[in-house]
């Protein structure tokens, strides 16, 4: 997928799904997050594609949907801040093996 932005029609032809049910997660603040609109980015196809997996293959409701993907995003969060620790750690440990020698 080379391109910047998909139309409605042509995500509703890659996911197999309606317009509706596209609606509903924007009503739920679920796709699009600052997009152009009836536009969609790289970023908000590959939240929709989990987002249509938990519905439909998961049985996840909305509100569920809502509560997985804000997880999701703070476990990314907690594993940025943890990756960033442990490069302050490496950091921190070459420099006095340095200074050691």
């Given at each position: 997928m080379d391109k910047e932005f998909w139309t409605v029609t042509e995500v509703m032809e890659i996911f197999e799904v309606d317009e509706g049910f596209l609606s509903d997660l924007e009503e739920e603040e679920l796709c699009r997050d600052g997009s152009p609109a009836k536009v969609f980015r790289i970023e908000e196809l590959e939240k929709l594609n989990l987002v249509k997996a938990l519905v439909e293959d998961m049985g996840v409701n909305l509100p569920g949907v809502e509560v997985i993907l804000r997880m999701r995003q703070m476990m990314f969060e907690?594993?940025?801040?943890?990756?960033?620790?442990?490069?302050?750690?490496?950091?921190?440990?070459?420099?006095?093996?340095?200074?050691?020698?």
């Open positions: 907690m594993r940025r801040q943890f990756d960033e620790i442990l490069d302050d750690l490496a950091q921190e440990f070459q420099g006095r093996l340095k200074r050691g020698k």
